[in-house]
């Protein structure tokens, strides 16, 4: 297979990110060019077909609520919710990883054991006891999605940790009587940024899909409030009757993991071109 060139990769993302800036852009501002309210039922209007006439773009549900502002609702909840969960696991990822890696010995085998049983522990169990305990709320969200997901986070950052921790900035500054902490901090940090960047885009689309799969299932976003996952599991039983009700949402989602997994592909390729390179 022929290898995609530097110009190819640099498309890719910028097509990526004019997917996910339009998508953004009518998330945020058309709700508020609609008339219509995402609470305001009309059982009169019930499973309505899309209308540009009467401003119902996207038709109605099964309550006769709006779907085009549930939607671009359920957009904004599920990004926002997946990007915070991946800046959660990001700063718990990165700072997690580049101890244990710099750390090395028996503190780095004891860190990575226990990463090693957070991962045999079966998800879904645990969503359930957070749900036992915190009930069924926002918060739940981000802290199942961020149990998850520094864990493989911190495998990444410990790997590129213990290959930085033998450079000769780093045994410069060990030499200049720089505590671990402040190396860490100063000196291997920042020389993660690309790598972490580029795992982070490819983060997001992980945990949109795990805030999906929640309030799919009926442990996420709740009533009155909405979700890309709330409108996929919505539509699915109306899928006969208005197939919009299902197929709109998961266009949008789709869009958008898309998108993100292109993203992090291109950048993952121009990253890997400029090592080459240098």
């Known amino acids: 297979m022929k290898p995609t060139s530097p110009a190819d990769g640099r498309r890719v993302v910028r097509y990526s990110l004019a997917v996910l800036l339009l998508i953004g852009m009518i998330a945020l501002v058309g709700p508020w060019l609609s008339p219509h309210d995402y609470q ?69 085998a004891a860190m990575m054991r226990l990463v090693d049983t957070l991962y045999a522990l079966p998800f879904i169990f645990f969503v359930i006891l957070l749900a036992a305990f915190f009930g069924r709320s926002f918060f739940l969200i981000f802290v199942a999605i961020g149990a998850v997901n520094w864990l493989d986070m911190a495998r990444i950052v410990r790997g590129q940790t213990l290959s930085l921790r033998e450079r000769e900035f780093v045994q410069a500054a060990r030499l200049f009587g720089v505590g671990p902490m402040a190396i860490i901090t100063r000196h291997i ?22 805030e ?5 299932i009926g442990l996420g976003v709740q009533e009155p409030g909405t979700s890309l996952g709330s409108l996929v599991n919505d539509g699915v039983g109306q899928m006969e009757e208005a197939s919009w009700t299902l197929l709109i949402p998961a266009i949008f989602l789709a869009a958008i993991l898309l998108a993100f997994n292109f993203l992090g592909d ?3 390729d121009r990253l890997g071109d400029r090592g080459q390179s240098g």
């Open 40 to 108: 305001n039922a009309e059982f009169d209007r019930r499973l309505a077909s899309p209308s540009v006439s009467e401003w119902r773009l996207f038709g109605t549900d099964e309550l006769g609520r709006d779907l085009f502002v549930r939607t671009m609702l359920g957009v904004r909840v599920s990004l926002t919710v997946a990007i915070i969960a991946s800046l959660v696991s990001l700063v718990i990822g990165v700072l997690y990883g580049a101890v244990a890696g710099y750390a090395g010995g028996r503190v780095d």
């Open 189 to 210: 940090t920042p020389n993660l940024a690309g790598i972490v960047v580029v795992y982070l885009t490819l983060t997001v689309p992980q945990a949109l899909l795990v």
């Open 212 to 216: 999906s799969f929640l309030s799919f």
């Open 266 to 268: 291109g950048l993952r």
